[in-house]
Each structure stands twice: as C-alpha cells, then as structure tokens.
Antibody, heavy 114, light 110 residues
Framework: EVQLLESGGGLVQPGGSLRLSCAAS????????MNWIRQFPGKGLECVSS????????SYSDSVKGRFTVSIDSARTTMYLQMRSLRVDDTATYYC???????WGQGTLVTVSS | IVMTQTPLSSRVTLGQPASISCRSS???????????LTWLHQRPGQPPRLLIY???NRFSGVPDRFRGSGAGTDFTLTISRVEAEDVGIYYC????????FGQGTKLEIK
C-alpha cells in the first residue's frame, strides 16, 4: 500500500524558512512525477512544484520561484520542499501528491505570521 | 493557464443530476494528442481525490454516475444522480502545462 506522510509544518515568522518532508512507503519516487500542492485557508489549490521521477525536470509556480526548492533524497523515498523568505500568503496546508495515481499525503500546515 | 469553474456552489436534491463547468484560458490539447484535464473531489478534512483524468476517464473505483466530457477549453463534470457521499468540493485541474486548478465548486444537498 502506498503511503505519503508529510512533516515539517508549523508556525514561522515572515521572512523565515521551513523545510517540509514527504516520506513515501510502498513505492519510490524514481517511478513517479511528484508535486507539492498547497491548499489555502479559503480552500483554493495551487501546485507549487513539480519534479520528475529521475529529478531531471523541476518546475515551480511563479509565486514561489526563487524562494522554494524541491529535492529528493538519494534513496528516492523522501521528498523535500525547502521554503525560504516565507510570506503571510504562503500560509496553507501543503500536500505531496502524485495526482495521476491518486497518491496524496494528509498534508502539513504551514502558518506564516508574526 | 487559468481555470475557471462555474458555479462556485450548488445545492442539489438527492437523486437529481448536477453539472459543473470548467473553462481554460487556452486549449488543453497537448502536442502528444492528449488533453490533460482532471477532476478531483475533496471531502471535509481529507485531501482531494482523483475522479476523472484526461477529460473523460473514470479513475479506479469511481462510480459510473460521474461523467466527464469536453474538449479544447470547455469541460463538464456531470453527476447523473447525486448521492449523499458526493458532497464536498470539486476541482478541475489542467496538467497540459504546469498544473493549475479551478477555484472549486462546493456541492451540497438541498
């Protein structure tokens, strides 16, 4: 059974940094393109990053480009989202997901507030 | 690509049909011949879940009362007879370019 478990969310001040993790069990990221998708408090969804299974393709939304960095560990079982220069409007629940196969974590809440 | 859903909310009587429209700001037809339009359903407290992919293909386990249709820039999700478990928020998502979502349509029972 495929499971994705996000961690690393929390309360951070504007301008601060946070690193989210997405641990996979039952599969490895080598075979799947993965996304970090966030859901704002008002329920809107935004894909913030995409990474191919081999890591050769990476893309970001304009809203996070230059501030967020996605990566996958060498074992291909944990994906990260390094978030820097956080802003109040980055407040959201962050999901790691492979939408095509309906693999989703339960999400981790990031709150940016002073 | 901007995705626009209508309506943003809908109240439907059990057993009656429901329909959600999704329009993209440009054609979702990819150069590989596929149209990467996806429908997702989210229940309260849960992540979104896949319903329909590539316009009209039901994901595994999705009841056949759900039907996706459309082409180019105009797409529709139709529920033939709404059941209580269908409440929640429905999102369209395009994957032809970097993924973007519609605003979501909240479905409630009348």
């Amino acid at each position: 059974e495929v499971q994705l478990l996000e961690s690393g969310g929390g309360l951070v001040q504007p301008g601060g940094s946070l690193r989210l993790s997405c641990a996979a069990s039952g599969f490895t990221f080598s075979n799947y393109a993965m996304n970090w998708i966030r859901q704002f408090p008002g329920k809107g969804l935004e894909c913030v990053s995409s990474i191919s299974g081999n890591g050769g393709y990476i893309s970001y939304s304009d809203s996070v480009k230059g501030r967020f960095t996605v990566s996958i560990d060498s074992a291909r079982t944990t994906m990260y989202l390094q978030m820097r220069s956080l802003r109040v409007d980055d407040t959201a629940t962050y999901y790691c997901a492979n939408v095509a196969n309906d693999y989703w974590g339960q999400g981790t809440l990031v709150t940016v507030s002073s | 690509i901007v995705m626009t859903q209508t309506p943003l909310s809908s109240r439907v009587t059990l057993g009656q049909p429901a329909s959600i429209s999704c329009r993209s700001s440009q054609s979702l037809l990819d150069s590989d011949g596929n149209t990467y339009l996806t429908w997702l359903h989210q229940r309260p407290g849960q992540p979104p879940r896949l319903l329909i992919y590539k316009v009209s293909n039901r994901f595994s386990g999705v009841p056949d009362r759900f039907r996706g249709s459309g082409a180019g820039t105009d797409f529709t999700l139709t529920i033939s007879r709404v059941e209580a478990e269908d409440v929640g928020i429905y999102y369209c998502m395009q994957g032809t370019q970097f993924p973007t979502f519609g605003q979501g349509t909240k479905l409630e029972i009348k």
